[in-house]
T-cell receptor, first 111, second 113 residues
Framework: GENVEQHPSTLSVQEGDSAVIKCTYS??????FPWYKQELGKRPQLIID?????GEKKDQRIAVTLNKTAKHFSLHITETQPEDSAVYFC??????????FGPGTRLSVLP | SAVISQKPSRDICQRGTSLTIQCQVD?????MFWYRQQPGQSLTLIAT?????????ESGFVIDKFPISRPNLTFSTLTVSNMSPEDSSIYLC??????????FGSGTRLTVV
């Protein structure tokens, strides 16, 4: 079945530095890859997504890159701020339908 | 994107009892999804609820334990039956947000004592 791996599990960066989180997936037919941010006690919120017909997508300080050949995609956050501290989850669809979520990355941005 | 109202937001329940969680969506959606998020863990899909048919359960989840209703295209309920402390989790409903992934309800934090 579909397996989504996510690394690292925890990440600490200094405010202003960049953070990169990587996910790998197993289903080569997967074609849509969202990233969710979950702050403590709150619901997961979609922050950026990418479809398989592009290799990169940016939204201000956040970007996602996709390598379909290698079956991995990464979240890039530049100029990190304390409010970026949260748990980030990647996800990939199973057979184009239900999503499998990665195990999550706890990002801490240190002031 | 769709807006989901989920309730209750939290509850403390006695073991052996049942709790029904409700999700109301502000637009019609074909599929609704129910997830469990155990403390410090990722989201695990419990089942997919389609209107007019029985829910489809993922491996490890059964209808007797997690009965689901889907009476129309904007509403669904998940019941956690015969609860034990191991059922203490956050339960979230979710729907497709158009072409952009999934939107989640605010979650129900369940504690079983």
């Amino acid at each position: 079945g579909e397996n989504v791996e996510q690394h690292p599990s925890t990440l600490s960066v200094q405010e202003g530095d960049s953070a990169v989180i990587k996910c790998t997936y197993s289903d080569s037919a997967s074609n849509y890859f969202p990233w969710y941010k979950q702050e403590l006690g709150k619901r997961p919120q979609l922050i950026i997504d990418i479809r398989s017909n592009v290799g990169e997508k940016k939204d201000q300080r956040i970007a996602v890159t996709l390598n379909k050949t290698a079956k991995h995609f990464s979240l890039h956050i530049t100029e990190t701020q304390p409010e970026d501290s949260a748990v980030y989850f990647c996800a990939a669809p199973i057979y184009g339908q239900n999503f499998v979520f990665g195990p999550g990355t706890r990002l801490s941005v240190l002031p | 994107s769709a807006v989901i109202s989920q309730k209750p937001s939290r509850d403390i329940c006695q073991r052996g009892t049942s709790l029904t969680i409700q999700c109301q969506v502000d637009s019609q959606v074909t599929m609704m999804f129910w997830y469990r998020q155990q403390p410090g863990q990722s989201l695990t899909l419990i089942a997919t609820a389609n209107q007019g048919s029985e829910a489809t359960y993922e491996s490890g989840f059964v209808i007797d334990k997690f009965p689901i209703s889907r009476p129309n295209l904007t509403f669904s309920t998940l019941t956690v039956s015969n609860m034990s402390p191991e059922d203490s989790s956050i339960y979230l409903c979710s729907v497709e947000a158009g072409i952009r992934g999934y939107t989640f309800g605010s979650g129900t934090r369940l504690t079983v004592v």
